[in-house]
């Protein structure tokens, strides 16, 4: 009887130890980090992008009247042929090798603007060509202001494709000066966007809740024009186009949909040369690009403060992909001008390498801001050299000596897994959020980070998550939930 007690004794103890192993190892199962179901959406959202179509027909501007010597102003020819092209159903506005001075183009519905290999489109400098004024934005604030150099409004299915130059002649003497940076060729006492009827005034405007087709702009007021700007468009499309020397930022799609950005060479090392800023966005897709620019790389946005408010829409589903960042304040950034909020960024397969690139991964925001920006998934990076850190959430960031709000943004679900730093600069990891609204659930997995000065700097982040992460060759351990 006590053989038969004790073998029931030890059945119960090895049950409870596998019980209790297999509990063991659900809790650590548990502490892991699962992102397959946050790709597949990825996955799906790149399925879900509404395509660019065109007609195969061809408007060869040369039959319009263009001259391609540099000099002479093909403006109007290449609007002839534009409003040709859309009158037709739409089809390719042919840009033949060559140099075409140009001022603003508008694109229309239907239209892909077509630089053949060899085609460069020189924009004039006169910011005469940039008028009429048009509902634009700057920094984040709509207003009418010069027309972006390349502008389309309110359009459906349109496109830049080619392996031509987008030549904008940003320098020290055209545009660059009105930064009011002496870097950039300004001189004390010139007029720049610092001034007070500028881009103080214009963000006064928003807060005091002035409509847009009140906030005029343009001449005598300094606020440089976007380079490539879709507003309000739905299906766009921009491919293997090189883009130089842009007056301010060089992408912006803003409060449109479906957009994708394929191959772009983007070479720009002026003031806010941001490479591509999707604001108010849904649906972006940019791949396959290089960045070289005078600021973030890619810095994706939803407006600043009571604007960003007033139009109250996040952008949502931007992916990046396969692309290279050289030079620029950040590789993947969010915001500052965050105000509507993000969710849902993928960043996978990039290379990110520059002495003069400042951060791979980049989330810029403050008290005047607000919004949530969460949900954002980062795999597969090759980083050579930053000059600060890898990874970089900072909801005190100031601009323009802005002082403290009253709108306390949040930060949260942040995966970041695979990736390899080979000189992270001051810091692997840097971190600060508030007290009453801490940095939530960031996580890394499988991240080796060599060459950081300090490990990490962090305040008020709650849920850090670290598996399999090294930094200076030392594993590094979730800190304990306090």
């Given at each position: ?27 650590n ?45 093909n ?42 290999e ?35 409004y ?24 009105w ?103 849904k ?5 396959n ?13 939803s ?84 000059k600060e ?11 323009y ?7 306390i943004?949040?930060?949260q ?22 007290a009453?609204s801490?940095?939530k ?42």
């Amino acid at each position: 009887m006590s053989s038969l007690r004790k073998k029931f004794k030890t059945k119960n103890i090895i049950k409870f130890l596998l019980v209790a192993l297999f509990i063991s190892t659900t809790a650590n199962a548990q502490k892991d980090l699962d992102t397959k179901k946050y790709w597949k959406q990825k996955e799906a959202i790149v399925c879900g992008i509404k395509k660019t179509n065109f007609h195969a027909k061809k408007y060869n501007i040369i039959k319009y009247g263009a001259i391609s010597n540099g000099i002479f102003d093909n403006t109007l020819v290449i609007k002839k042929a534009i409003e040709a092209c859309t009158k037709n159903g739409g089809g390719m506005v042919l840009i033949p090798k060559g140099k075409y001075l140009s001022g603003a183009i508008h694109l229309e519905n239907n239209v892909n603007l077509h630089l053949e290999e060899g085609a460069e489109i020189i924009f004039s400098v006169n910011p005469k060509d940039y008028l009429p004024l048009v509902h634009t934005s700057f920094e984040g604030t709509e207003l009418m202001n010069y027309s972006p150099l390349v502008y389309a409004y309110k359009k459906t299915n349109v496109a830049i494709t080619g392996k031509g130059i987008l030549n904008g002649q940003g320098s020290n003497k055209n545009w660059w000066p009105w930064s009011s940076g002496s870097q950039y060729g300004f001189v004390k006492g010139a007029p720049s966007q610092k001034d007070p009827e500028n881009r103080i005034r214009l963000v006064e405007m928003a807060e005091e809740g002035l409509p847009v087709d009140k906030r005029v702009f343009g001449e005598g007021h300094y606020l440089r024009p976007s380079f490539v700007e879709f507003f309000e468009c739905n299906k766009v499309l921009i491919q293997d186009v090189t883009i130089t020397n842009a007056p301010f930022w060089v992408i912006h799609p803003i409060k449109s949909t479906n957009v994708i950005v394929d191959g772009v060479t983007v070479q720009s090392h002026g003031p806010n040369n941001d490479g591509c800023d999707p604001e108010y966005s849904k649906n972006v897709l940019i791949k396959n690009c290089t960045f070289n620019t005078g600021d973030d790389c890619i810095a994706i946005k939803s407006g600043r403060d009571a604007d960003g408010r007033r139009v109250a829409m996040k952008s949502e589903n931007i992916i990046v992909q396969d692309c290279k960042m050289i030079d620029g304040h950040g590789g993947v950034v969010i915001g500052s001008e965050i105000s509507g909020g993000v969710s849902n960024v993928y960043v996978e397969n990039c290379v990110m390498d520059s002495p003069n690139l400042e951060r791979a991964i980049r989330i810029k925001t403050n008290s005047n801001r607000g919004g949530l920006i969460e949900n954002v998934y980062v795999r597969n990076l090759e980083v050579g050299q930053v000059k600060e850190t890898l990874l970089k959430l900072n909801m005190f960031y100031e601009v323009y000596g802005a002082k403290p709000g009253t709108f306390i943004p949040q930060i949260q679900n942040i995966y970041l897994e695979n990736i390899k730093v080979k000189n992270a600069g001051k810091f692997g990891i840097l971190a600060k959020g508030y007290a009453e609204s801490p940095i939530k659930n960031v996580n890394l997995k499988n991240v080796v980070i060599e060459k950081a000065d300090k490990e990490y700097s962090i305040e008020n982040l709650t849920g850090l998550n670290l598996i399999e992460t090294y930094i200076n060759g030392k594993k590094i351990e979730s800190p304990k939930a306090e």
